[in-house]
């Protein structure tokens, strides 16, 4: 499934601002390697929500090689802070790399291992939070760290409508109340997360069809 037509993911391409150099090298070697990213149109727009809630925190659950954090530090101040969190060592390191030649050395901190250990370490609170790791461990890292966001502080979860090992018309599916037959473990906790944002009278949920879709939830109280 195409989440925007052709013509119209064109114009998102076209209004889109333009990455620096790092971030366009970032690109090119996802393309070259095959290695999934949030992507250019939803990193500007996780920059653009980091400004608008005036962020100085921010938590990755799954960082990458930093292809994300990299958009969420230019909205930093100097005196902000985001946590990356990455089990593959070797991508973690090249996230130091890539964070380094922006100049973003005094913001990060690295977590190898396991995410959802990473988030016990820190008190809150982080203004937004970035979920993108295990889909079947969605609603889990929700869970972690919902207490750890303020009220006017953003959630994000990248493959909210489509991705590789996401059946994407049984996702639907469950979203509108069925429930079909052979449903993957990664749907099935996609499916749970949406379910329990929208249930969650502290939080408005909308998804947004931008990359893989992204649903963006903003603690309102």
Known sequence: MDILSEKAARFVRAAAPEPDEVQAEMAAYAEEHGFPTVGHEVGAT???????????????????????????????????EIVLTEHDEDELDMARENMS???FD?????????????????DGPFDVVLIDHQKHR???????????VP???VIVADNAM????????????????DDPDDVNENTRGIAEYLHR????????????????GIAVSYRTA
């Open 46 to 80: 996780l920059r653009l929500l980091a400004r608008m809630a005036d962020a100085r925190r921010v938590f990755e659950f799954g960082s990458g090689y930093g292809y994300s954090a990299y958009w969420f530090a230019e909205a930093l101040p100097e005196d902000g």
């Open 101 to 103: 030649r922006g100049g």
């Open 106 to 122: 005094d913001l990060a901190k690295y977590e190898g291992g396991d995410a959802l250990d990473a988030i016990e370490r820190y």
């Open 138 to 148: 969605y609603r889990e890292a929700f869970e972690a760290v919902r207490a750890k």
């Open 151 to 153: 009220p006017g502080g």
């Open 162 to 177: 489509k991705a590789g090992i996401i059946q994407t018309e049984k996702l639907l599916a469950l979203l509108e109340g």
């Open 197 to 212: 944002v929208r249930r969650d009278d502290d939080f408005e949920t909308v998804v947004f069809p931008l990359g893989e």
